[in-house]
């Protein structure tokens, strides 16, 4: 069943042109179609009387669709109504080409490709032989394939130019969908190409050429080798005629006498010229034609909206006369089209697709990537070398990708200079660095064919080292480093001067006021901290009342001169300043440190820390001897020193505290000496609220730190009023002992439940001869006393 629409026009002014059927519709004759499809992929012959009966009502449907089945039977694939793609199987032996297709009579088979199967045929209305493209018939299910290949019709009919195939009609009969075009009488490039690769010794042997490769196909009176003849030597000679009854052998030889072609040689991997200056200048200049031919063709489709997305030598057809032509539009897309093409799709022939085709970037695939594609076709017909060799599908991608194509000269030093950079232009990786369009590289070869300059440049040399610099990663990260501070220096430099020039001098006026602005503040603070190192080395140095009170300036000192480094990260000479007085500071808290921890000593000459701590005899036995030492050398050294600056007095304290604690931490266990520490934090009583650790480790807040100092107020009039009351000294010890425990209840008392559990684990249990620190506040207070009671 064929419709004619001649609302329709093509390039032959007597074509009719027809519609495709529309899909079917009905899941049942589907069902049926598969079924039939399928115990043919079998090697079986279903009766078809059985399937004709499944459905009465749909039995004219599903005879059409058998019949178009039958008919096209050699261009089924294997798969069972799933989706077509890459190359379809050749026809058994069997098998044989369909007789007719609506106005065409069947001649022969000519190639098989990704899209279909064509044959050659004769419209028999018009007396003319085309060449008939028919879409396998299991691909009509596929609704993506069967708009594709009408795409490919739709495209190419909708093209009006010289170089481009026409199509003559287009139409379905009994489901089989198909359209007619004009037939090529000549050879695909890559037929050309691989001849010369054969003439040229680059083939160990012969083979017959692929199908994928003549989509047209090779007509019986037109032999490669003349083809390829012609286009070597830029002739337009006769061609040699066959007997009309030889066409059903065609493809095979002719039995003429092979020229030989004289276009290169193979020595080592290069192809060098044999032939001629003047044959190799008219072989290049050949070449530019077909560039041009090719460009032009392609510029016509894209000012259509038409992008080709799959030239390559198998897609170019070079007739008897030398012309080329452009033909199968099968992956052609439309610019305004959406759907058809995914996003990670990858349509076309991997080694001729672009970087942004390749990589499946769909929203970024413009005509431009038909410009890659015909300057990767041109570079293999030149160097007789595909752009890219790799044998994988991950190892091409990544060349296409990432590597530069090798300079068409280092095949052949005889290709005109011009035509590699034009070629190498189409072939950038980036697209805005192409041709804008292929009529601009069709005008570029064509001033190439005039003898007037062409207007695309060689890559500078910063391009050059780019595009170096991708392809030798690890030989430009060990050279990044020398060559980058040389240049940055220099890039730096200039960009200083050059701001400098630029800023106006009001603005230098602002920032230098800013900047003095800020330089006054942070001496301001920096000399505020100052006197606070101050008061704490010269003020309170010699009160050891005060030492919590010192240690808290400092590290309150500390923390500023943090800060001030941290806000002076670009001045050099001020960091070193700030981090030396930093290491003072630090020093003198460490000092403190050490010589707090050295008083504890005088707690191991009381029997009942002794006991506490549990010593062992030999450690019992130790400290007698290691005590009376100490105390000794104190007394020594404080004789010794006397009249000595307190600097220096200081320094031979600490370096005796430093080596008495040194001894002491390795004659006791570390529970032993964390017992030790706890049992000081007893025997400071309130005053042991002063030291900055504690009152961190407690949280204390500003509010309980001024009640604590009230309460060491009422401590200190206490004590005084007690000593004035008179009594023995044991007496008053345990007076001061009872206001010491009293002072602490109260401070306890002011404390949150969870500040109290804290205190609790700083002190451990009491100590039993130094005056039991109390665990709640006076008269039994409740510890879970809470923040509001």
Sequence with gaps: ??????????????????????????????????????????????????????????????????????LVRGGLSNSQ?????????????????????????????????????????????????????????????????????????????LLHH????????????????????????????????????????????????????????????????????????????????????ERDRAGQPSTQTQQKLPTATVTGGTVTGTASPQHRSSFFRKVARLMVQAADALDHAHQLGVVHRDIKPGNLMINAS????????????????????????????????????????????????????????????????????GETRAELLYQILHEEPR??????????????????????????????TAGDMAADVRRFLDHEPILARPPSVWERLKKWSRRHPGAVSTGAVLLGVIFLGSLFSTAMIANAQRTTAAALDRERLRANEAEAQFAQARAAVDVLIEVSEEELVDK???????????????????????????????????????????GILNDLTTLQRDMQIALLAQPAVCEDLRLTPGQEQRLSELLPRWFGEKMKAFEEMRGTQEKDRRRRFVELAAEHDRVLTALLQPEQRERLMQIAIQSGGIYAFREPDIVQTLGLTSEQRAKIREIESQVLISSFGRRSMGGGREERRRQQEQISLDAVAKVLDELHPDQRRKWEQLIGPPCEGLGQAPRTGPKGANPEKSPDA
């Excluded at 691989?194 to 042997?205: P, S």
């Excluded at 290709?415 to 660095?433: C, D, R, T, W």
């Excluded at 009170?549 to 806000?567: G, P």
């Design 544 to 586: 050891p009342a005060m030492e919590a009170t010192r240690k808290r300036l400092l590290r309150t000192a500390l923390e500023y001169y943090q800060d001030f480094i941290e806000q002076r990260q670009g001045d050099q000479a001020s960091q070193q300043d700030l981090a030396a007085v930093q290491d003072r500071v630090r």
């Design 1 to 70: 069943m064929s419709r004619v629409d001649d609302s329709r026009t093509s390039l032959d002014p007597v074509s009719e042109v027809q519609v495709f059927g529309e899909p079917l519709d009905d899941p049942r004759v589907l069902e049926v179609v598969q079924e039939y499809l399928a115990e043919l992929e079998r090697g079986r012959s279903p009766s078809r009387e059985k399937y004709l009966a499944r459905y009465p009502e749909l039995t004219q449907a599903v005879r059409d669709c058998l019949d178009g089945l039958e």
């Design 162 to 245: 010289t170089h481009i195939v026409p199509i003559y009609a287009v139409g379905s009969d009994r489901g089989v969908h198909f359209y007619a075009m004009q037939l090529i009488e000549g050879q695909s490039l890559a037929a050309v190409i691989r001849q010369m690769r054969e003439q040229a010794g680059l083939v160990r042997e012969k083979s017959p050429p692929p199908a994928s490769d003549q989509l047209l196909g090779e007509h019986p009176r037109q032999t490669e080798s003349q083809v390829s003849t012609r286009l070597f030597r830029g002739e337009n000679a006769p061609v040699d005629q066959k007997p009309a009854d």
């Design 407 to 436: 300079p068409l000269r280092t095949w052949n030093k005889a290709i005109p200079i011009e035509l590699e950079i034009i070629i190498l232009k189409a072939l950038a990786k980036n697209p805005e660095e192409r041709y804008a």
């Design 322 to 389: 030398g012309d080329l032509w452009v033909t199968d539009f099968g992956l052609a897309m439309f610019q305004t089209e959406t759907g058809l093409t995914r996003s990670g799709d990858l349509l076309g022939t991997f080694r001729y697709m672009s970087p942004e085709q390749a990589s499946g970037k769909r929203a970024v695939l413009d005509h431009r990537t038909d410009v890659y594609s015909l300057g990767a076709t041109f570079y293999e017909l030149l160097s007789l070398e595909p752009v890219f060799a």
């Design 81 to 157: 109504g799933k989706s077509i793609s890459g190359s379809l199987p050749g026809p058994r032996a069997s098998e044989r080409p369909p007789k007719s297709l609506g106005d065409f009579l069947i001649v022969r088979e000519i190639a098989r490709g990704g899209m279909g199967v064509v044959y050659e045929a004769v419209q028999q209305s018009l007396g003319r032989r085309v060449a008939l493209k028919v879409l396998p018939f299991a691909a009509t299910f596929d609704s993506r394939q069967l708009q594709r290949f009408k795409n490919e019709a739709q495209a190419a009919a």
